[in-house]
């Protein structure tokens, strides 16, 4: 492989047109893990808010032939309740959905951290949600996710 032209690749024709929907990926069970932790923050009617977005690489080599692709991904995104210092709350009906993430990873223990989830392999089921201004559009959504 030669040297890269960036320019003659930018104004080269393309052979065809590009999709532009991505088929969704198979409603069910399958495996991955978890590559990517990262935190958002934003602020809505007043208020900070904060979401965990996980990046799960799914690996269960049928389930990737089925949904026809060497590789796909999903976000697993969790809302988060926060402490007044800041901090992840605890306690009795606070961050259900991190607590079973976390325990999927084994890793929901005092002293572990949030990036003690990256490289652990869990269980993933995956559903489907309609757009709300199309609803043709359908988004692939982590419903749960168990030990492996």
């Avoid at 904060?50 to 799960?56: A, G, R």
């Avoid at 009906?93 to 084994?106: M, T």
């Avoid at 890793?107 to 609803?135: A, C, E, W, Y």
Wanted: aromatic residues 6%.
């Amino acid at each position: 492989m030669g040297i890269f032209d960036s320019a003659s690749f930018l104004n080269s024709a393309l052979g065809g047109s590009n999709a532009t929907r991505r088929d969704p990926l198979p409603a069910g069970e399958t495996t991955g893990q978890i590559t990517k932790i990262d935190l958002v923050s934003g602020e809505k009617d007043g208020r900070a808010w904060y979401k965990l977005n996980s990046t799960i690489e799914l690996n269960d080599s049928s389930y990737l032939a089925s949904a026809n692709r060497e590789r796909a991904t999903i976000t697993y995104g969790i809302m988060l309740d926060m402490n007044e210092g800041g901090g992840v709350a605890m306690g009795p009906n606070k961050n259900v959905q991190l607590g079973k993430l976390r325990e999927a990873c084994g890793v929901n223990q005092r002293g572990k951290t949030l990036n003690d989830m990256v490289g652990q392999f869990i269980r993933v089921v995956i559903s489907h949600r309609p757009d709300k201004d199309d609803p043709s559009v359908i988004y692939d959504d982590v419903k749960a996710v168990a030990k492996l």
